[in-house]
């Protein structure tokens, strides 16, 4: 009887953890990258007309249809106090699931350009800087360098949260 283990059963030599990997949207938005997770993206759209809502919040403006469904349009640009930019031929509409207030819910966004679906190791992602941001770390679960570009990734749920402030507040 042979008394070596047989490879099925000796230990292994070395433990490799499998790392994850997030795979993202990038886009652009203000001259700038940013990301969502591409398991929440439905579909991506040329430009689609908007229907006003009266009296609607400046974050959400109004509705358009998505094959037969009324979407809700949320406006990024003023969520991140950037300036409203008039559409051009790269704006895309992008139409995802968030979820808001624990209900899963389908929204649109408009994005100056869409670029590619990439795939991003967990460990390469890393942490909003104290200093230096402008925007409230609260919306922003991490940044990766992403085809030699800081892309920003966005943390939907608290985009979508009114509680959480858009931008950092002042130092007095």
Known sequence: MNDAATPATAPPDVIVEEETV?????????????????????????????????HANRFAPGVINVRGNVVPVIDLRYRFGMPPRDQGKST??????????????????????????????????????ESGSKWNGK????????????TIILNLENVFDTSVESTKPLIA
């Open 139 to 150: 919306l922003i679960t991490g940044i990766a360098r992403i085809r030699e570009r800081l």
């Open 92 to 129: 895309r509409t992008v139409v995802f699931e968030v979820r808001v207030e624990g209900e899963t819910t389908r929204v649109a966004m408009a994005v100056d350009a869409v670029y590619n679906v990439e795939p991003v190791q967990e460990l390469t992602i890393e942490e909003l800087p």
């Open 22 to 54: 997030n795979t993202l949207l990038t886009f652009e938005l203000g001259g700038e990258v940013f990301a969502i997770n591409v398991m929440r993206v439905q579909e991506i759209l040329d430009i689609v007309s908007m229907t006003p809502v009266p």
